[in-house]
């Protein structure tokens, strides 16, 4: 639909030289209604828009009429595209009533609606729309730099089109021509003719012909021009454009005149004046009345005066409209001045966004490729720091190891192997050795005891607090009832499921172990062992008592190396011990330690 628009905005422009568009004169037979109000809204905008199409060349005011009814329609039901066209509609209706400043400046509100909504010919028409109202106020280099905008964005449109360059190049001569550069003209008017296709429609090509004959006239081809002019009536009238019929009936007028073919160029005149009537062009009507004028008086007829005369009055007209036209139209250039540096201004504002824009872009591209890699070099610090972790806990599991196999294991294996070695040379006597050999059995037994203990903190499955309560109780059955002494185990339900660290666990258990080895060393062998566990908030407590007389009696328990070494190792884990008599007898020893 816009195509159309332009290219009957194109034939009203750029037909001829100092000749503005006109509106037909023949009475309007398409039906006026509007669109049936039960239709939905934006089927309602269209059809006003098709209303207004139908009507543009035969009752400007109707077109005008429904197409601001479908601009008013989509602004109120937010239809973005319809609001689009329905500008660009009003812009081309206001160009054919000769509005120009209105004109330009609804084509401005076309640029940035059709931009909004993304439709890509119809912005590049609007463009084109511009140029011809500045062609129109006689603004040259603003009418070839709108052209060369809307060319630039016909191009970028998908699919491409040829029929809009042949479009603009077509303005871009026809400026060039009614501007006096005929040589300026001829590039762009040669590139059109290039272009032009079976897809380029008849409208576009009568149009082009016309200006390329015009061109072939002015450089003394007035053969060319003849046959072009040719050309283009017999396609005007296949088509039936009466408008491309006048104007090719006219040029072939004069250069048939300017060949020496006054009857030719009478035939053609005649032929001429009354398309120009019926299309209402009084410039036309003068010029075609000067041609029937010159033919006449060349075929000398008596009427050639009379006609030269009727010329001269309508010369006159002619002149007298132009004067009024001439003053409109430089009251328009100097209201049109704010509207072209507001343009101005618009553009220069569109360049800032879309520098801003790609700043924009460019800084959150530099702000993610730096967050990108400060996340690497995290995390690669982050995977450094856990090895080294991992690494300071092998070393520390290591020496761990060495020095356990070393105190206890290991000096066990040598007595052993210090005592087998005396055995086997026969230092001791018959006597003495089943004794020795149970020595070396009991000692053997110790150490794989101390290598299973070894074995069992290292043990990662360990780590819970009813598997440390299982292995107090196996130690506990070892050591102390084949001594005799009776052992109680109570244990509170929710401590029984408490995780624990594999340090927590470990020093418990060899304070237990301490516990117990005093209680072998200075407990009588009937005495009762009660072991307790249980979890008070955060801390988990041990508690060893026996209740048997000490053993001799009235030893200082304080100074021992066993109770200070239950101390020490309470303290590096966090918690405290105590060890002291108990109310009712015996001794009891109490750790307090943290759950992890």
Not at 13 to 42: G, K, M, N
Request: hydrophobic share 45%; glycine share 8%.
């Amino acid at each position: 639909m816009a195509l159309a628009l332009l290219w009957g905005t194109l034939q009203g422009q750029s037909a001829r030289p100092s000749q503005l568009p006109s509106v037909f004169s023949r009475p309007d037979s398409v039906p006026r209604q509007p669109p049936r109000a039960a239709l939905p809204d934006t089927a309602r905008v269209r059809g006003y828009l098709a209303r207004g199409k139908q009507m543009r060349y035969t009752n400007i005011d109707s077109a005008l009429r429904f197409d601001r009814q479908a601009l008013a329609l989509s602004r109120r039901i937010g239809f973005r595209e319809g609001q689009a066209r329905a500008q660009h509609a009003v812009a081309n209706d206001l160009y054919n009533a000769g509005s120009y400043v209105a004109a330009g400046q609804a084509y401005e509100a076309a640029v940035h609606l059709t931009r909004r909504a993304g439709l890509c010919d119809q912005e590049a028409g609007a463009y084109n729309g511009m140029g011809l109202v500045a062609q129109a106020l006689g603004n040259v280099q603003g009418a070839i730099e709108y052209f060369n905008r809307a060319r630039a964005r016909y191009a970028q449109c998908k699919p491409v089109n040829p029929r809009y360059e042949v479009l603009v190049l077509t303005n871009i001569g026809n400026t060039y021509m009614q501007t006096g550069q005929p040589a300026r003209a001829e590039r762009p008017l040669r590139q059109a003719l290039a272009r032009v296709t079976p897809a380029v429609d008849a409208a576009a090509v009568l149009n082009l012909l016309d200006l390329v004959g015009m061109l072939q006239q002015h450089q003394q081809h007035l053969d060319s021009a003849v046959a072009t002019w040719r050309h283009e009536l017999a396609l005007a009238n296949r088509v039936g454009n009466r408008r491309a019929q006048s104007f090719a009936t006219a040029n072939l007028a004069s250069a048939t005149l300017a060949q020496g073919q006054p009857r030719v160029a009478l035939a053609y005149a005649q032929q001429a004046m009354r398309l120009a009537r019926q299309l209402g062009n009084f410039s036309q009507i003068t010029d075609n009345t000067l041609v029937l004028a010159r033919a006449m008086h060349a075929l000398g007829q008596p009427a050639a005066f009379d006609t030269l005369s009727r010329f001269l009055v309508l010369q006159d007209t002619l002149m007298g409209r132009a004067r009024t036209e001439a003053v409109a139209q430089a009251q328009a250039r100097f209201n049109v001045a704010e509207q072209h540096a507001r343009i101005r201004t618009l553009e220069q504002q569109r360049r800032i966004i879309e520098l801003q824009r790609a700043q924009q872009t460019l800084r959150t591209r530099v702000a993610v490729g730096v967050g990108l890699l400060l996340l690497a070099l995290g995390l690669g610090l982050g995977w450094w720091v856990y090895r080294r972790r991992q690494q300071r806990r092998e070393a520390a599991l290591r020496r761990q190891l060495a020095a356990d196999l070393h105190d206890d294991v290991g000096t066990l294996l040598t007595q052993i192997a210090l005592q087998t070695d005396l055995l086997q040379e026969g230092l001791a006597s018959p006597e003495e050795q089943p004794l020795q050999w149970a020595e070396v059995a009991g000692r053997s037994r110790l150490a794989v005891r101390q290598l299973n203990d070894v074995v069992w903190g290292l043990d990662a499955q360990n780590d819970t607090v009813p598997d440390l309560l299982n292995r107090l109780r196996d130690y506990a059955h070892e050591v102390l009832v084949p001594s005799g002494r009776d052992v109680r185990f109570v244990a509170d339900p929710p401590a029984s499921g408490t995780p624990l660290s594999a340090a927590v666990r470990r020093q418990l258990y060899l304070i237990y172990k301490e516990a117990l080895h005093n209680i072998l060393k200075h407990t009588a062998d009937t005495a009762t062992v009660t072991v307790t566990l249980h979890r008070q908030g955060p801390l988990l407590v041990l508690e060893v008592v026996n209740d048997g007389p000490l053993v001799p009696p009235g030893t200082e328990r304080a100074s021992g190396h066993g109770l200070r070494n239950i101390r020490t190792r309470a303290q590096a884990l966090g918690g405290h011990a105590t060890a002291e008599a108990a109310p009712n007898g015996g001794f009891a020893v109490r750790v307090q330690v943290p759950l992890t």
